[in-house]
């Protein structure tokens, strides 16, 4: 009871990295931590890095209404269906970044938006969230972006009927390209490979781009000079834990 009581405190106190940016959250989580290696090389870190691997319980850059539409119009340009994956919604408990959270996802995202603005609401939960947000100034966002996850879902058994165009104005590049190595759907062969380390090299992700030459098993048979292109990326004084991390520890 006491283990059911402080997951559920946890979840009540800090719900929005999950209800707003959830499918963000699922991307290769990994605790933020330095690693020994020979070489470090550079990495940058654009304003949503920190999103990655970092504490989103104590960061702020999420919250404003601006920066949530650009991490929103994003996702809609790569598409939510193809960023949720089923079992976060199927069932009435699921685990996410260590917590068992006790409700269904679909039903949970739902009842946010029914309960919007809404003065007869019997869950006190839905009523202190939507309170939680208008205290942060974030409340109409918050409530755009799960409608707009939930019109999403409506769609996964049929995504070609779903036609939501993302707003350009708003889309964050960066985070476009990144995504997009991550969650492309076609497999990776040598000329995708080569591009996926380019863009990454471009970028800036250069330790990123590293690991992507010698960790990720996706591309372990790819035929290309890994020294070679290693030797393309720029080295840097201090270790910085990646976009992309090490999975060999």
């Not at 918050?142 to 879902?153: C, F, G, P, Q, S």
């Amino acid at each position: 009871m006491l283990h059911q009581t402080l997951i559920e405190h946890t979840w009540m106190k800090n719900p929005i990295p999950w209800v707003v940016l959830f499918a963000f959250m699922l991307m290769g989580c990994a605790d933020s931590h330095k690693t020994e290696q020979p070489v470090s090389y550079l990495e940058n870190t654009p304003s949503f890095f920190a999103l990655r691997h970092g504490d989103w319980t104590t960061n702020r850059w999420i919250r404003d209404p601006e920066n949530l539409l650009t991490i929103h119009e994003t996702f809609c340009k790569i598409g939510y269906i193809n960023l949720i994956p089923e079992e976060l919604l199927e069932g009435d408990v699921f685990l996410l970044e260590g917590l068992y959270i006790q409700k269904n996802g679909q039903h949970l995202l739902d009842s946010l938006e029914w309960s919007y603005h809404r003065h007869d609401v019997e869950d006190p939960y839905y009523s202190s969230f939507w309170k939680r947000r208008e205290a942060e100034g974030n409340d109409s966002i918050v409530y755009i972006i799960i409608r707009d996850i939930n019109e999403a879902l409506r769609h996964r058994d049929e995504p070609e009927t779903y036609h939501r165009t993302a707003q350009e104005k708003w889309v964050n590049d960066t985070l476009f390209e990144l995504l997009q190595i991550e969650y492309r759907n076609a497999p990776i062969t040598e000329e995708t490979g080569l591009l996926n380390f380019e863009v990454l090299r471009r970028l800036g992700f250069h330790q990123s781009a590293y690991h992507l030459l010698y960790e990720y098993d996706q591309y372990m048979d790819l035929n290309w000079n890994r020294d070679s292109l290693a030797a393309t990326l720029s080295p840097h004084s201090e270790f910085i834990y990646p976009w992309f991390p090490d999975l060999s520890n």
